[in-house]
């Protein structure tokens, strides 16, 4: 996958410096943790209970362990405030059909505490420029009935394509909108090539 240094920006409302950087394995617990409360957080009462009650922490830490140590094929960033990691990313190739070469915003979640200082924003860039490095174009899927997400990446430049898909989960379903990127301008020098 695209390398990808660590950046360090002070956010103006905390005055604390975020630094993007990849994750090790280390970061799996704190990435778990974050990934299992957006989703049983977050979408509480926009998702069944009976399918956010089925979500368990072992089974992300398991996921990010996995992810981390074998090498998936996505690249993963963190977020860190004063050491401690505070966000998220995952980026990869998209598995969908019809966009097999664009990039994939996998997932993208921020600690509950730091939404709304910018982490997302910066975690997303950097996801965001490593994807331009191999793709022309990203994709995100956003839960329909998140409003908050489907308006951070609408003000983040994605424009929703008029793709949806459907899932069925324990006690429903869960509908997804999809939101894509062009992000041929992004790179201010072509990428080196190996040769």
Do not use: K
């Not at 920006?9 to 280390?26: K, N």
């Amino acid at each position: 996958m695209t390398t990808i240094t660590a950046t360090a920006v002070c956010t103006p409302t905390s005055r604390s410096e975020v630094i993007v950087r990849p994750a090790v394995a280390a970061d799996a617990t704190s990435i778990a943790a974050i990934h299992h409360a957006g989703w049983t957080g977050t979408y509480r009462g926009l998702l069944p209970a009976a399918y956010l009650d089925t979500l368990s922490y072992d089974t992300c830490l398991t996921r990010w362990t996995s992810a981390l140590t074998e090498g998936a094929a996505v690249d993963v960033l963190v977020a860190e405030v004063d050491r401690s990691v505070v966000g998220f990313v995952a980026a990869g190739p998209s598995a969908d059909p019809d966009a097999s070469a664009a990039g994939e915003i996998w997932d993208l979640w921020v600690d509950g505490s730091s939404r709304s200082h910018g982490v997302g924003a910066q975690l997303l860039a950097a996801a965001l420029d490593g994807l331009a490095v191999r793709h022309r174009a990203a994709l995100v899927w956003v839960l329909e009935a998140n409003a908050r997400g489907r308006v951070f990446y609408a003000r983040e430049g994605a424009v929703r394509d008029g793709f949806s898909r459907t899932t069925e989960i324990p006690g429903g379903r869960m509908n997804d909108v999809r939101y894509l990127w062009d992000v041929r301008g992004r790179l201010t020098q072509e990428p080196a090539t190996n040769g």
